[in-house]
């Protein structure tokens, strides 16, 4: 569900993304791209001259608004690609474009513009200044913005509040919590005013619990920002519940890029439908995606399945039919509808 | 490692060889045994017109240099001797409460009244003064290289391996050249010490800036910090404590410098009182200025090191209320303060020490020259000249024949042989080499069996390049002229290290089982780590005179410590899990400790033969001081002489020395854990 119009283009755009690390890697990847191939066969020849090869030819767009999540096995290459966007490692080849500018393209002191007014970022392991306190660390993108002392502590006390850290900003990282240092963390990316904020796999270091927690707390948090966002996750289930679109990753390729639906109920291969294996689709797909909206349509009525129901509530509501039952609209119209058998199919978990 | 298979076996047979072809051929062929004079070149006259040639070219620039670190030095002498003791005293107390609270405000409270009571204060304020204005110039030259490798990778590795070298270079070496630019003068001492100290805080500032996490790394990137703001308000203070070990480093190593540059001479600092009261035999004297270094040593680095801690902090309020008092004493006492050079309340007890001193050697003089001749004619002679010119009549009460060398050789041959047998074969080798090497002495072992034991050890330690690279080396050595003496400073220090492994292996081990006793040890330790070089001298020369003996006690004394700490760490960090894997499988402590906990311990341990040997190598110049030959002989020597030729190029062989012992250890202990998977 992408925000605002799609009248503009897209924020983040990749292009042909390649990061190959070790020696001479910026000299071997033309010539190896000049021979041809798939990206999978460039790669693997590039492995065989004892290179690198992170990120092997990825493009994606992402609109305005939009959270893009990026999803792989540790070590798929996820957090060189978002390392590629925000120009913390220099790609070997491709191109990266946020809002329309070409950034690679950009010199070291627009960059360093870029990130005071565009970008913010966030850490696995939260990369908070273990000398400064909170207030200092979230103030920190204004301070070296120049902006005076007093007003960049003004500025950031809301978004202090807004992470619910307010009584703790005099404390060192140090005195705090895995979950409340991570809260300094995405405040301080806040800081900045960003409109496109990357955050590597910021949940992953934390418990269960406050995982939760704090993923409830950023789906609030973003409801009042308009940024776009890029989040990078290995936990399918925090993917499903947070993204707009779906990106998954394998040795550095990205092999579907789909909504959580599309993900869940139509991998492209074995790979993703490993990642959905274990997750109950039924609580994450919705009733729209097995609706038919060709052929008969039946009566208003039934148990009044609507699109946006998980599989999971529309079977409890339709247990014992066995006919087609009509999916209605808010206005209680017939829009569609689905076949129980459908229902149950899509539910049962992919063998193999 | 599969017997046959390791190049242990034909390395050491390699090596064997080579000793036995020379040994036999020695008569038919002489050179074989002592290097030919005529086919040395004279790389230290080279070396020397060189030398003189450049610094000539520098010495303007130099003196101009020394002329305008005059005046912070002049400063810092009137600033330090003017002033009132009481404030001085109440500031090191304040600065101490600052930064440790009352025991740290204890320490220097004690320690310098124990300077001013010892009537050293003047002496001791102006080797203060010379550290005052080095330590800046180390800091503020090691900051900016440690930086600077920081930010140009390219030249990071270069940058390294130069401090590694200046690490090993002997600190009297740096002397000779300098005293050539900049004459004599409290000058030199200056800027010796600032470049010995420099290295240490480069090294840490490396350190430091490499372990900043990079996520806060790439957090400054982020937050759109330039270069110089992510340097400056983030990677510089993340790695605050590292750089604080670096200032602690660099205050303890100027201290050492300054007080070694006394013996240049011309300038009435404590280091130099040692000198001449140890020069007139006053040892009672000697110790207490010893003891005025020690304390100073300890004051300065408890507090630096206090630095490096993230402790609590004293009040401040607190500390400037000790300075206001110590202000409002010298106010009201001020005409009646004692001036401290008049102060002499320690010197009956020095003279009581040098009474009892006197009396003690006198009483136990026998004993005393007992153990002495013991060690030197049963062990440290057969070390360096061989069983066959050591054992004499006037030693041994025998001659030593050649029927006996063939009878220990044949002896070595059938042990060896059984060691083979049991599948030992590089054990059994390696006693035939030692019986060989004890015959022959150090000093007088062939110079082609040197290098080709050299080449093969470092061909089994690491491989070609190590065995080429310490080869090469060594050659430069045998044809600038300098071997003989650098055998004999191998051959010192080589039995100070065998002392120290063998000793201090013991004690760590010792350490490792019984904490109580490590308890005790860690004082000890901690306190030789901080007592400058030079101090070791003192109580050595005090009971054994000048000579090897002492030499060789001091290195010991000074070179023990690493061997110690790092066997006792070794030992004691073996993972629990392995330990428990043990004891379930029914091993008794004793097994435990051989077959778990020492293996694992190995390449802890080396790293600390290591650090031995460095510390050997570096104690063995300033024990020239009191009498060895060698290598580090010839760097005083120089020093006395104004040679730089000499200076340097013996500064260099020694360098070189400690240069391949450090890379065959380390390559070893490498080796050592890519064998555990570590
Ligand atoms: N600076 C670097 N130099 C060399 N290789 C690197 C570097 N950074 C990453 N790599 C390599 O790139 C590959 C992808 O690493 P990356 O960190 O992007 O994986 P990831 O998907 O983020 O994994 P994780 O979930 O563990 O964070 C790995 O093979 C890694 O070894
Ligand atoms: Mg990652």
């Avoid at chain 1, 060709?294 to 014992?320: I, K, Y």
């Avoid at chain 2, 002592?34 to 040395?40: E, G, H, K, Q, V």
């Avoid at chain 2, 066997?567 to 402590?589: D, I, K, N, Q, Y």
Wanted: glycine fraction near 10%; aromatic fraction near 8%.
């Amino acid at each position: 569900m992408p925000r605002d119009g799609a009248s503009s283009g897209p924020t983040v755009r990749a292009g042909g993304l390649w990061q190959v690390f070790g020696a001479n890697a910026t000299v071997a990847l033309p010539d190896e791209v000049a021979l041809g191939g798939s990206s999978a066969d460039i790669a693997g020849r590039l492995l065989e001259k004892g290179l690198n090869p992170a990120v092997r030819g990825v493009s994606f767009d992402v609109a305005p608004g939009e959270l893009f999540v990026i999803m792989g096995l540790s070590g798929s290459g996820k957090s060189t690609l978002v390392r590629c966007i925000s120009r913390l490692v220099e790609p070997t080849a491709g191109s990266v474009e946020i809002e329309g500018e070409d950034i690679l393209a950009a010199s070291k002191a627009r960059m360093t513009e870029l990130r005071r007014s565009r970008m913010g970022m966030v850490f696995q392991h939260f990369g908070l200044f273990p000398h400064m306190t909170v207030l200092d660390n979230v103030a920190f993108p204004l301070k070296v913005g120049g902006m005076a002392r007093r007003a960049r502590h003004e500025k950031v006390m809301p978004i202090i509040e807004m992470v619910g850290l307010d009584g703790r900003e005099r404390a060192y990282p140090r005195e705090l919590s895995g979950g409340q240092r991570q809260r300094v963390g995405i405040a301080r990316s806040l800081a900045g005013d960003c409109t496109v904020w990357f955050l590597d796999e910021p949940f992953s270091a934390l418990d269960p619990l406050i995982r939760r927690q704090l993923q409830d707390e950023f789906l609030e948090i973003r409801t009042r920002l308009n940024t776009t966002i890029v989040f990078i996750t290995h936990d399918i289930a925090e993917a499903l519940k947070l993204a707009d679109r779906i990106a998954i990753m394998r040795d550095g390729e990205i092999v579907q890029i789909g909504t959580p639906t599309e993900i869940v109920l139509r991998p492209v291969d074995g790979y993703v439908s490993q990642f959905s294996r274990d997750v109950a689709r039924g609580r994450h797909a919705k009733v729209g995606s097995i609706m038919r909206t060709e052929g008969e349509m039946g009566e208003c009525g039934g148990p009044g399945l609507r699109a946006d129901m998980t599989l999971e509530t529309a079977l409890a509501s339709c247990m014992s039919l066995y006919d087609p039952v009509p999916v209605l609209d808010d206005d209680g119209a017939v829009i569609g509808m689905v076949h129980p058998a459908d229902l149950a199919s899509s539910l049962q978990v992919e063998e193999s | 490692m599969i017997p046959g298979r390791s190049p242990a076996v034909p390395a050491a047979l390699a090596a064997l060889l080579a000793g036995a072809l020379c040994l036999t051929l020695e008569s038919v062929a002489p050179w074989l045994a002592r290097f030919p004079a005529n086919w040395t070149l004279p790389a230290t006259d080279w070396a020397g017109t060189f030398l003189e040639w450049l610094l000539l070219g520098l010495k303007p620039a130099a003196r101009w240099f020394s002329w305008l670190l005059g005046y912070p030095m002049l400063w810092a002498n009137a600033a330090l001797g003017q002033t009132p003791w009481p404030l001085m005293i109440g500031t090191a107390t304040a600065i101490g409460w600052y930064l440790g609270g009352l025991p740290m405000a204890a320490l220097g409270l004690g320690g310098l009244g124990f300077v001013l009571l010892s009537g050293y204060w003047v002496e001791s304020m102006n080797t203060l003064a010379l550290v005052a204005v080095s330590v800046p110039l180390a800091l503020a030259v090691g900051g900016v290289i440690g930086v600077a490798a920081n930010e140009f990778p390219r030249i990071k590795s270069s940058v390294q391996a130069a401090l590694d070298v200046m690490q090993t270079v002997p600190t009297f070496a740096y002397l000779t050249p300098l005293l050539l630019l900049f004459g004599f003068g409290p000058v030199v001492g200056m800027i010796a010490s600032a470049i010995y100290a420099a290295p240490p805080m480069a090294r840490n500032v490396i350190l430091g800036l490499e372990r900043v996490d990079p996520e806060v790394r790439e957090a400054a990137v982020m937050s759109g910090g330039t270069r110089i703001q992510q340097l400056l308000l983030v990677e510089i203070p993340s790695a605050a404590r590292q750089i604080m070990v670096g200032v602690n480093q660099c205050l303890m190593a100027a201290l050492s410098m300054v007080i070694i540059a006394a013996v240049i001479g011309g300038f009435n600092d404590i280091g130099w009182e040692v000198l001449l009261t140890m020069r007139k035999a006053q040892f009672g004297l000697a110790l207490m200025a010893g003891l005025v270094i020690v304390v100073f040593a300890i004051v300065i680095d408890r507090m630096s090191a206090a630095l490096a801690h993230e402790r609590r902090r004293g009040d401040p309020r607190v500390a400037y209320g000790i300075v206001a008092l110590s202000v409002l004493v010298v106010l009201v006492f001020q005409a009646r303060l004692p001036d401290p050079s008049t102060l002499t309340f320690l010197d009956p007890a020095a003279e009581r020490v040098d009474r009892a001193l006197g009396e003690f050697t006198a009483n136990n003089g026998e004993a005393l020259n007992q153990f002495r001749n013991g060690a030197m004619f049963y062990v440290l002679l057969p070390l360096r000249i061989g069983l066959d010119e050591a054992a004499l009549p006037f030693t041994w009460g025998f001659q030593w024949t050649a029927t006996m060398s063939a009878g220990l050789f044949a002896a070595a041959a059938v042990a060896g042989a059984c060691l083979a047998l049991s599948g030992r074969a590089v054990s059994g080798l390696l006693l035939v080499i030692g019986s060989g090497i004890i015959e022959t002495g150090i000093a007088n072992l062939p110079w082609p069996f040197v290098l080709v034991a050299t080449f093969s050890l470092a061909w089994v330690a690491s491989g070609r390049r190590l065995a080429i690279l310490c080869v090469a080396l060594l050659a430069t050595v045998l044809v600038s002229g300098l071997w003989e003496r650098a055998l004999l400073s191998l051959y010192l220090s080589g039995a100070a290290v065998f002392a120290c492994a063998v000793v201090g292996g013991a004690i760590g081990l010792l350490c490792a089982v019984a904490p109580s006793i490590w308890r005790v040890v860690r004082l000890v330790c901690d306190m030789l780590q901080t007592i400058p070089l030079f101090v070791f001298l003192i109580p050595v020369l005090m009971f054994f005179q000048i000579g090897e003996f002492s030499a060789f006690l001091a290195i010991c004394a000074y070179a023990i410590v690493p061997m110690i700490r790092y066997t006792r760490h070794g030992l004691v960090m073996t993972p629990p899990e392995l330990l428990e894997a043990a004891v379930a499988s029914g091993a008794t402590p004793w097994q435990i400790m051989r077959d778990v906990r020492a293996p694992y311990a190995a390449p802890t341990v080396l790293l600390g033969l290591n650090q031995t040997i460095l510390y050997a190598f570096a104690m063995l110049v300033i024990a020239a001081l009191i009498g060895t030959t060698g290598l580090g002989q010839s760097i005083y020597l120089a020093l006395g002489s104004a040679d730089v030729g000499l200076g340097v190029s013996a500064g260099a062989a020694m360098a070189i020395l400690a240069l391949i012992c450090d890379r065959l250890v380390q390559a070893f202990a490498e080796g050592r854990r890519t064998a555990l998977g570590l």
